[in-house]
């Protein structure tokens, strides 16, 4: 069956620090893989997304991700970590099964520390 | 790029009462819409998916003739939430793509949060 499984629902980082936000997949057919972000209130905001090519994205705000197949991973990261970035992430898996259908993982909220 | 609309961003209404949202794609025409509810500090559920100028499909556990949903057109879905109680007060968001780029990701619309009293 396919997943999505987001490590850790709460991360805490300091301002200007690293942020290393974890995403594993499980699927049984190449899977299209996005990052999105939602502040307080609002709806998602696609943050970036890997369909096919290369491997390490880069998306809006400085954010970037990595697919690894091997690992089953597409783990968010940003080298430094800004006070705007408080916000929940959501990893998402796209699958084509003759349709698309879209598996979001339970969410990460980030906090950033002054 | 592709926008959506979601209106109202918030709705009070009473128990008992039907209230609509809309959701509306502003500069591309959706064929499919998606509705997701939000429990606070939850992920995204699946309610339906829209279909413009067919019914509606529903996931599994979710009630067809409470939550009823119109795709009459291109850019329009409309999700009614027909006699709302409080256990209906919930973040709601659509979200919609262009045809045949649903491999893409999705736009998503701001949100309705509905409080039931």
């Known amino acids: 069956a396919q997943s999505v499984t987001q490590l850790g629902s709460h991360v805490s980082v300091s301002e200007g620090a690293l942020v290393l936000l974890r995403c594993n997949y499980s699927?049984?057919?190449?899977?299209?893989l996005f990052w999105y972000v939602q502040y307080p209130n609002q709806g998602l905001q696609l943050l970036l997304k890997?369909?096919?090519?290369?491997?390490l994205v880069k998306g809006i705000n400085g954010f970037e991700a990595e697919f690894k197949k091997s690992e089953t991973s597409f783990h968010l990261t940003k080298p430094s970590a800004h006070m705007s970035d408080a916000a929940e992430y959501f990893c998402?898996?796209?699958?084509?099964?003759?349709?698309?259908?879209?598996?979001f993982g339970a969410g990460t909220r980030l906090f950033v520390k002054a | 790029g592709a926008v959506v609309s979601q209106h109202p961003s918030r709705v009070i209404c009473k128990s008992g009462t039907s209230v609509k949202i809309e959701c509306r794609s502003l500069?591309?025409?959706?064929?499919?819409m998606f509705w997701y509810r939000q429990f606070p500090k939850q992920s995204l559920m699946l309610m339906a998916t829209?279909?413009?100028?067919?019914?509606?499909?529903?996931e599994q556990g979710v009630e067809k003739d409470k939550f009823l949903i119109n795709h009459a057109s291109l850019t329009l879905s409309t999700l009614t939430v027909t006699s709302a109680h409080p256990e209906d007060s919930s973040f709601y968001i659509c979200?919609?793509?262009?045809?045949?780029?649903?491999?893409?990701?999705?736009?998503f619309g701001s949100g309705t949060r509905l409080t039931v009293v």
């Open positions: 500069d591309f025409q959706a064929t499919t």
């Open positions: 699927s049984s057919v190449p899977p299209y």
């Open positions: 829209s279909n413009e100028g067919s019914k509606a499909t529903y």
């Open positions: 979200s919609a793509t262009e045809p045949g780029t649903g491999g893409y990701g999705y736009t």
């Open positions: 998402a898996v796209t699958l084509n099964t003759g349709g698309f259908k879209t598996i």
């Open positions: 890997y369909t096919t090519g290369a491997t």
